[in-house]
Nanobody
Framework: QVQLVESGGGLVQPGGSLRLSCAAS????????MAWYRQAPGKERGLVAA???????NYAHSVKGRFTISRDNAKNTVYLQMNALKPEDTAVYYC??????????WGQGTLVTVSS
């Protein structure tokens, strides 16, 4: 059983920062891609950022320059550093990967609320 467990969500004021963590129950060293998605109330789930095993990254246009995705293979953890947060960043944030033996694997999500 492969599990992804997100943490780090919470309430933050506009302009603030949060760091989300996604801890995997397996060694992520050889996992080709890991990603963060988010789903705001009433909206579809969409890609926020992705990171390849070689370190290449990709970001949604709306977060580019504010969010940074990184991975610590020794800790089997992927991070999402979120700076200059805006109310429109409010959403449940999910960690996701794809494994050949399991297919898509999602975490349970962590809620981020940006509000004054």
């Amino acid at each position: 059983q492969v599990q992804l467990v997100e943490s780090g969500g919470g309430l933050v004021q506009p302009g603030g920062s949060l760091r989300l963590s996604c801890a995997a129950s397996v060694n992520i060293l050889s996992i080709p891609i890991m990603a963060w998605y988010r789903q705001a109330p009433g909206k579809e789930r969409g890609l926020v950022a992705a990171i390849l095993s070689g370190g290449d990254t990709n970001y949604a246009h709306s977060v580019k320059g504010r969010f940074t995705i990184s991975r610590d293979n020794a800790k089997n953890t992927v991070y999402l550093q979120m700076n200059a947060l805006k109310p429109e960043d409010t959403a449940v944030y999910y960690c996701k990967t794809f494994l050949a033996d399991y297919g898509e694997v999602w975490g349970q999500g962590t809620l981020v609320t940006v509000s004054s």
